[in-house]
C-alpha cells in the first residue's frame, strides 16, 4: 500500500505523520497469519486491507461504509494497544467495543464533522474520526461491518482465524430491530404537529412541506437514507400503467418499488410545492427525490436524518400538550411522546415492513421490496403482523371467573 494511498484515509491528528501509520502497517503479518496457502497477494496488513477495500469500489455506499470503520480501528489499533490488525485478539475486539461507545481522550479522538484535508489538499489537523461516542445501533453495524472484513481476510487465506467469530455466532439475536416502528397514529400525530407550525409560521411552508413529504416518502417505500439521498424523481417509472420507484440499493442491487395511489397524490401535491411543469415525474427527470432549500440540488443522508429527527421531536410535543383528562390516556401518550424522542428515520423503514407483513404481502415479496439479502434478516417483521400474544395472556388473573373470549369480550 503506497502512501499516496494512505494518505488520504489514514490522516488524523492523533499521527504525527505518515510513518508511524505506515511502519506499523507495512511490518510483517502478526501472529494471526494463515498457514496457509493465501489467495491475496498481500504481503502486509497494508497491502491485505487495500485488496479488501477494492473489491468494494464499484459500490460507493458500500466502500465508504467499510473504509470509515477500517480507518477508526487501525488508528485505535495503532494509537492504543500499539499492534498492527493481524495481532488482534478476541479481547482487543472487547475493548475496542468500549472505546467506540466512550472514545477517550476525547479532545484527541472527537470533535465537529469537518473535511479532512484542507484546501491546500494537506491533512486538517481539526479532523477528528468519531463526533461523539457511538450509539447501540450504530456499534452493531461497525461491529457486522468489521467481522465481513475479517471473514474475508480468513476466507482467503491471510489470517488463520476471526477474532469477531463470537459476535458472528450471536448476530441472530435481532429482538429490538421490531421494536423500533411507529404506529399509524404516532406518525399521523407527527404530520398533525407539522401541519400546526405551518399554520403559525407561513414563512415556513416549504420546509414543513418537506418534512412531511420525507416522512410519508419513507413510510411508503421504505427507503435506505442513502438510497433517499442519491435518486432523483427520474427514478420513478411508469410500467405497463402501473408506477414504481427504480432503485439501486445496498449492494449496488437494483430493485423496484412498489408506488401505491396514496402515496402518488402526496407527491403530485409535493411537486406542485416545488413548482415544477409538470403533476407527475418524467422520463428520466434530475430534480431530486429530497431536494434542498434551492429546490433544485439534493440534500445529504445526513441532513435528512435531523429533518426527520426535527419533525418527530414536534410530534413528540404534540402528545405532550394535548388535553387529556383521564390518566391512563395520558400515560399512553407520554409513552408516546418518548418513543417519538427516541425515534429516527430508519424506524420509517421498519414501519414499511410491518405494515407491508400486516396488510398480507407475502415475507417474499416483502424482502424484495425492501432488498434485503436474506430472508431471514426479513422475517423479524412477521410476528409483528400475528398480533395474536396480548390476547393469548390476556386471561392471566389472580380472579377465576374473567375470562375473555377472541374479540377480547367479557365473558365472565
Known sequence: MTKDYLCPIFTHALSKDFTQLSEVLSKSPGYNQSDKPSMLCARNDADAIQTFLLD??????????????????VMWCIHIPKITISDLKREHLIAYRDFIIKPQPVDLWCGPKQSRLIASGAPNPQWRPFVSGLSK????KTISILDSFFNY???????????LAVDRRRKGTKSNSTERWLERDEIATTLEALDALQCESPQRTFVVARAKYLILTLFYTGL???????????HFQLIENEWYLTVVGKGEKPRKIVVVDEYLDIMVKFR??????SRLPEYGELTPLIPALNKIAPITDNRISQIIKWAFFQGALRYECLPINEEEEQMKFQHKASKLRNASAHWLRHSYGTYLVKSGCSIEKVR???GHSDISTTMIYVHIAKNDLHLSARNLSLTENVIYDSESKLIK
Open 56 to 73: 468494494y469500489k464499484d459500490t460507493e455506499l458500500t466502500y465508504r461504509s467499510y473504509l470509515k470503520e477500517i480507518e477508526r480501528l
Open 137 to 140: 445501533p450504530t456499534v452493531r
Open 153 to 163: 481476510l480468513v476466507n482467503n487465506n491471510y489470517l488463520a482465524g476471526n477474532p
Open 224 to 234: 435506505r437514507l442513502a438510497e433517499l439521498a442519491k435518486h432523483t424523481m427520474g
Open 272 to 277: 406542485q410545492q416545488l413548482g415544477l411543469p
Open 368 to 370: 424484495e421490496l425492501m
